[in-house]
T-cell receptor, first 111, second 112 residues
Framework: QKEVEQDPGPLSVPEGAIVSLNCTYS??????FMWYRQYSRKGPELLMY??SSGNKEDGRFTAQVDKSSKYISLFIRDSQPSDSATYLCAMSGGSNYQLIWGAGTKLIIKP | KAGVTQTPRYLIKTRGQQVTLSCSPISGHRSVSWYQQTPGQGLQFLFE???????NKGNFPGRFSGRQFSNSRSEMNVSTLELGDSALYLC???????????FGPGTRLTVL
C-alpha cells in the first residue's frame, strides 16, 4: 500500500461546477500538506500549502486537512476550463522532511 | 527572476546508452531535488543536493547519479538505460531543504 493514495481520474466536470479532489495517507506524522497543479508539458506549481489540520482558502480554492481521518481535500469553486490540469497532493512530516507525493488526479473542465 | 530551467527538454536514447540531464535553479536557491514522473506512479524522489552535497536519496538503483556544482547548477546521469527509464525527469529548486520547491518544465526521456 502506498503512503499517499490519490485517484488518478480523469475527473470530468462541467464549467462552473464545484470540484472536490482528495488524498488519503497512512503516516500519522505528516504535518505539512500541499497541493500542486501541473499543466501539460509543464512542471508542477504550488497551489496551496497547509500546516496541520484545518481549512485554508485562497480565491476559488479551499484546502482542507482532516488529520483524524488522514484525509485531505482541495475544493475548486466556479471551475473554469483553465483549471484543467493534473492536481498532485504532497505531504511531509516527522523525522523526514522529504515530500511524499500522490499519483495526481487529472481534472477536465468542460466548457 | 528567471525560473528553473532544464535542458534538454526532450531526449531519445536507446537501451544501454547513458544520458546526462541538466538543471539550473532559481538564482539564490541552493537546494536542488530531482524526481522521476511516470503515469500512475506520480513523482518518485531521486535525490536532493544542497551546497554540492547529496542530502537525501530515493530508492533508485546506482545507475542513477547526480551532482551539484558550486553555482548550484545540478546534473543527473543515468547509465545503462533501460526501457523503464522512460519518464519525465523534473528538477525542483528551493532556498533551503525545507522551503517551497519550484519546479522546472522537465526533461522528457524516451528510451527505445
Amino acid at each position: 500500500q502506498k503512503e499517499v493514495e490519490q485517484d488518478p481520474g480523469p475527473l470530468s466536470v462541467p464549467e462552473g461546477a464545484i470540484v472536490s479532489l482528495n488524498c488519503t495517507y497512512s503516516n500519522s506524522a505528516f504535518q505539512y500538506f500541499m497541493w500542486y497543479r501541473q499543466y501539460s508539458r509543464k512542471g508542477p506549481e504550488l497551489l496551496m500549502y497547509t500546516y496541520s489540520s484545518g481549512n485554508k482558502e485562497d480565491g476559488r480554492f479551499t484546502a482542507q486537512v482532516d488529520k483524524s481521518s488522514k484525509y485531505i481535500s482541495l475544493f475548486i469553486r466556479d471551475s473554469q476550463p483553465s483549471d484543467s490540469a493534473t492536481y498532485l497532493c504532497a505531504m511531509s512530516g516527522g523525522s523526514n522532511y522529504q515530500l511524499i507525493w500522490g499519483a495526481g488526479t487529472k481534472l477536465i473542465i468542460k466548457p | 527572476k528567471a525560473g528553473v530551467t532544464q535542458t534538454p527538454r526532450y531526449l531519445i536514447k536507446t537501451r544501454g546508452q547513458q544520458v546526462t540531464l541538466s538543471c539550473s535553479p532559481i538564482s539564490g536557491h541552493r537546494s536542488v531535488s530531482w524526481y522521476q514522473q511516470t503515469p500512475g506512479q506520480g513523482l518518485q524522489f531521486l535525490f536532493e543536493y544542497f551546497s554540492e552535497t547529496q542530502r537525501n536519496k530515493g530508492n533508485f538503483p546506482g545507475r542513477f547519479s547526480g551532482r551539484q556544482f558550486s553555482n548550484s547548477r545540478s546534473e543527473m546521469n543515468v547509465s545503462t538505460l533501460e526501457l523503464g527509464d522512460s519518464a519525465l525527469y523534473l528538477c525542483a529548486s528551493s532556498q533551503g531543504v525545507t522551503d517551497t520547491q519550484y519546479f522546472g518544465p522537465g526533461t522528457r526521456l524516451t528510451v527505445l
